[in-house]
């Protein structure tokens, strides 16, 4: 069974997802160089260790439960599963944004990104606590 987040775990597991998603660009980025002749200075064999150490680094993402889209070379989105009013979604953080705030259906692309509703995002008295979810039945 895969881990189902919540709002507020996304967005505390977020600086160390961050800071992974930092490294994968980072490695793009000198990929990137080397791809317009920018940045001659790696062989085929320094190339195949870029290569593989994003590879490792969208490991990482994958072991924490979340799943990391690249956006090219440069940017990145990661989603982390999770459900919504019993529906499965992906709560949605794109290189660059604050803060989860977005969630997307499986299946539907990064296009379809709907806010979170507010209520999941700020405790209201009464209502389901913050980081919890309603279980289906």
Avoid at 34 to 57: F, K, M, N, Q, Y
Avoid at 58 to 85: H, M, N, T, W
Wanted: glycine share 8%.
């Amino acid at each position: 069974m895969r881990r189902l987040f919540t709002p507020k775990q996304a967005n505390r597991a977020l600086p160390l997802i961050r800071s992974i998603v930092e490294d994968i660009t980072s490695a793009g980025h000198r990929l990137h160089q080397i791809a317009i002749g920018a940045s001659p200075e790696l062989d085929p064999v320094g190339i195949h260790e870029l290569e593989s150490e994003r590879e490792l680094l969208v490991l990482k993402i994958s072991e924490l439960g979340c799943e990391y889209r690249a956006r090219g070379l440069l940017e990145g989105a990661v989603d982390f599963p999770a459900q919504i009013e019993h529906q499965n979604v992906l709560l949605n953080w794109q290189t660059g944004e604050e803060r989860v705030l977005w969630f997307r259906i499986s299946g539907k692309g990064l296009s379809n990104r709907t806010p979170i509703p507010e209520y999941l995002l700020t405790p209201q008295k009464g209502a389901t606590p913050i980081g919890r979810f309603p279980s289906p039945h």
